[in-house]
């Protein structure tokens, strides 16, 4: 497949730069639509390589679109990553100062819980300690809303994950910010905040929910893959992606 870069790979970037993140559905679909409306071969099994083609212009710019998994359905997502910034200063220019120090402050929250989430109630006392003006109620609340909005976060029954977009993009800066207290999935070997934790005190391996999913799908007496101690967790289902997804 040619390298070059077309006009297809130029309105599947600018798709990418408008949305910051699509799943891989989406991205199938996008990718047969730019080909389609610009006559050229579309090889639905070579989205990578068509991707692969757009990074290698994206290089000079520091900037790449990166695939990773969510944490919440175990699809694939692709977002559009800055290599440079790869901290909470890249918000500055949508964000208030003390608007990234809350933020901060919700990331350290789920960084260091047991089941990678952080409540409202505890985002809402973390203010207390703020360096920067205090945040009001209302504003709180306001400025979750638009991390929600803006997919810096994800929002369930009102507690807080990272969002997908957010691991992916800030990986980098997650594992060395948090590098005593963050977890790697053992099969997948990324950042892990929703997982499964081994019980045997001498293994204690993380395993993402959806890679508990895959990896022991079908074994009727599930073990761990490091110390192969019998797995006594409920075994999740693996989730399909819909013909439709949206993120």
Not at 44 to 62: E, V, Y
Not at 66 to 81: C, F, I, P, T
Not at 94 to 109: R, S, W
Not at 119 to 126: A, E, R
Request: with cysteine; charged share 30%; proline share 4%.
């Amino acid at each position: 497949m040619s390298r070059q870069m077309g006009d297809s790979h130029r309105r599947f970037l600018q798709t990418m730069m408008a949305n910051g993140i699509i799943d891989e559905q989406g991205a199938k679909a996008l990718h047969q639509h730019c080909c389609e409306t610009h006559n050229t071969q579309c090889a639905p099994d070579r989205l990578d390589d068509f991707i692969d083609t757009i990074n290698l212009k994206l290089q000079p710019m520091f900037m790449q679109i990166r695939k990773g998994m969510s944490e919440d359905n175990g699809h694939q997502y692709y977002a559009l990553v800055n290599m440079v910034e790869n901290d909470v200063t890249r918000m500055s220019s949508d964000y208030a100062d003390n608007e990234l120090e809350l933020f901060k402050k919700t990331m350290d929250l789920i960084v260091g819980s047991e089941d990678g989430k952080a409540s409202s109630t505890d985002i809402l006392n973390s203010t207390d300690s703020m360096t920067t003006k205090k945040l009001k109620k209302s504003e709180i609340e306001h400025l979750l809303n638009r991390l929600v909005q803006d997919k810096w976060l994800s929002e369930k029954r009102g507690e807080y994950t990272l969002s997908t977009r957010c691991i992916i993009e800030m990986e980098p800066y997650i594992r060395a910010m948090y590098q005593d207290q963050v977890k790697v999935c053992h099969i997948c070997h990324t950042v892990a905040f929703q997982c499964q934790i081994c019980e045997n005190p001498t293994c204690g391996i993380k395993i993402h929910n959806p890679c508990v999913a895959r990896y022991f799908k079908g074994r009727t007496e599930p073990r761990c893959p490091a110390c192969e101690d019998f797995w006594p967790h409920e075994i999740p289902e693996v989730r399909r992606p819909r013909s439709q997804s949206r993120r």
